[in-house]
């Protein structure tokens, strides 16, 4: 007869909450659409000083990704913004109205899911 191990696996452990545990959908997309229009305000007058305007939108990119979790619209706005004369277009604004749209602020899908 073989020999049969069999392997016990640790149990399952919850998820811990993230940094945004306590907030409401409505109030993280209330944050990301002032940070949106912030964002695509200053980029109208950083037009003429392409680095400054760089690292707005990383940054204004970087926070849109932490405050509504992992959306594919950001990736499109931050290319458009980098195209000389486009940031005078409400990119951002309209990265979050589309994700407010389609109801799936926080919820990226994870990995191997």
Do not use: C, H, Y
Request: aromatic share 10%; no cysteine.
């Amino acid at each position: 007869m073989a020999n049969t191990q069999w392997e016990v696996l640790p149990a399952d452990e919850p998820e811990k909450p993230g940094p945004w545990a306590g907030w409401s959908s409505r109030s993280r997309l209330g944050l990301a659409m002032a940070i949106a229009v912030a964002s695509d305000l200053a980029s109208v007058w950083l037009e003429f000083l392409p680095p400054m305007q760089w690292t707005l939108d990383i940054a204004t990119a970087g926070l849109l990704f932490f405050i509504l979790g992992r959306q594919w619209a950001i990736l499109p706005a931050l290319v458009a913004e980098a195209i000389p004369g486009f940031a005078m277009f409400p990119a951002w604004v309209l990265v979050v109205i589309a994700v407010a749209t389609t109801g799936t602020v926080g919820q990226g899908k994870k990995a191997g899911a």
